[in-house]
């Protein structure tokens, strides 16, 4: 029987597996495929060059902007811009959210104030921000909490607030303290909705940091874009958002791979 048992398992990892595979082939294939196309439309002028640019002048400008160096410092101030803004507008939330439900009645005080502060475009503050905070590094991060901070503070305060009543009438029974049935009940049910929004603030903190680069930067991927525009480099301002997508996708892949740890060490516990 565990013979048995363990050779069905061997097989669904097996297709596991390769479905994994053929999906990582289909992905390959459409993106050469994408990339294959756009520089043979570009080179036909079935699309217009100057603007639209071609895959082999991106890698070109990218090879050759690697090489001597002059687009590392650009990233390197963007990448700690967005992993700053990144970590406060998380811990931050998670914090906001946690004394919310510690506190019921200043959860039903500042509730309806949550709701409009989500609803207002976030990034329509900025000038205000530039102009209390002086431009630099310190304005472009408060810009990414503000699109960070209420988005992580919601969702993980509802999550809080839906956790199975169930299970906190159980640690009440046992005597649990308001610390132990937050730290021991109330937190661990939340933990997906973390992570989960771990994930979607990396996409907001790269959207805070580049629209705050926007606004003020003199260095950064943002300025780059906005450089490139002024000057109708469409080459640049490509390649830069080549680079946006590469890094970010890292940053992505990096909160995954935490997910996998954190999501282990929790079931260890």
Not at 75 to 97: C, W
Not at 112 to 130: C, E, R, T, Y
Not at 150 to 171: H, M, P, Q
């Amino acid at each position: 029987m565990t013979a048995t048992i363990k050779a069905l398992h061997k097989q669904y990892l097996e297709r596991m597996r390769k479905k994994s595979m053929l999906v990582l082939l289909t992905q390959s294939i459409l993106l050469v495929g994408f990339i294959a196309l756009w520089e043979w439309s570009s080179r036909a002028r079935i699309v217009d060059p100057l603007i639209f640019s071609s895959p082999s002048k991106i890698a070109n400008h990218l090879y050759t902007s690697l090489l001597d160096g002059s687009i590392m410092p650009h990233i390197g101030i963007t990448v700690a811009e967005t992993i700053a803004g990144f970590l406060l507008g998380t811990l931050l939330g998670t914090l906001i959210a946690a004394l919310l439900w510690w506190f019921p009645f200043v959860a039903r005080v500042v509730d309806p104030f949550l709701v409009v502060l989500n609803s207002m475009p976030k990034v329509a503050l900025g000038p205000l921000l530039i102009v209390g905070l002086g431009p630099g590094f310190g304005s472009i991060v408060a810009i990414t909490l503000l699109v960070t901070v209420i988005i992580t503070t919601i969702n993980i305060y509802n999550r809080f607030r839906e956790t199975e009543e169930g299970l906190i009438k159980v640690a009440a029974l046992f005597g649990a303290s308001r610390f132990q049935l937050f730290y021991y009940v109330i937190l661990p049910a939340a933990f997906p909705v973390i992570i989960s929004t771990l994930k979607v603030n990396v996409g907001l903190a790269w959207i805070g940091v580049i629209v705050g680069e926007f606004l003020v930067a003199r260095v950064g991927l943002g300025y780059l874009i906005i450089y490139g525009f002024q000057v109708f480099n469409f080459t640049l301002v490509l390649s830069t958002l080549v680079v946006i997508a590469v890094v970010a996708t890292g940053m992505y892949q990096g909160v995954s791979l935490l997910e996998r740890k954190v999501t282990s060490g929790w079931k260890d516990r």
